[in-house]
């Protein structure tokens, strides 16, 4: 399976994004699906996952202001980003796994990966 994120962009603060996290050479619909952050000054960091049952599971700093989706019949997987803050500007990466899901925050579970596409937040 390869991933392929897209959807970055320079956006204002308060602003809205969806990145897309697009899927070939397999479904995907049996896997949990990850995003997770990374600057050049932090480690790697989840932000949210969407379980193939449709639990979803989010860290903290994006509860409410972010959302993750997903359309089966496109292979694709969605992470809406609201109300954008500075501190949201990284590259956002999607992963998939079949990890339990008690451990989906955990990036060493995760299988396969798309190539990061960044998101900046200007104040």
């Known amino acids: 399976v390869q991933l392929q994120a897209c959807g970055g962009g320079l956006v204002q603060a308060g602003g809205s994004l969806t990145l897309s996290c697009a899927a070939s050479?397999?479904?995907?619909?049996?896997?949990?699906i990850g995003w997770f952050r990374q600057t050049p000054s932090k480690e790697r960091e989840f932000v949210a996952a969407?379980?193939?049952?449709?639990?979803?599971r989010y860290t903290d700093p994006v509860k409410g202001r972010f959302t993750v989706s997903r359309d089966n019949a496109k292979n694709t997987v969605y992470l809406r980003m609201s109300s954008l803050e500075p501190e949201d500007t990284a590259f956002y990466y999607c992963?998939?796994?079949?990890?339990?899901?008690?451990?989906?925050?955990?990036?060493?579970?995760?299988?396969?990966w798309g190539q990061g596409t960044l998101v900046t937040v200007s104040s």
């Open positions: 969407l379980g193939w049952t449709g639990d979803t």
């Open positions: 992963a998939a796994t079949t990890t339990i899901w008690g451990r989906v925050t955990e990036d060493n579970g995760y299988i396969y």
């Open positions: 050479g397999g479904s995907i619909r049996r896997y949990t």
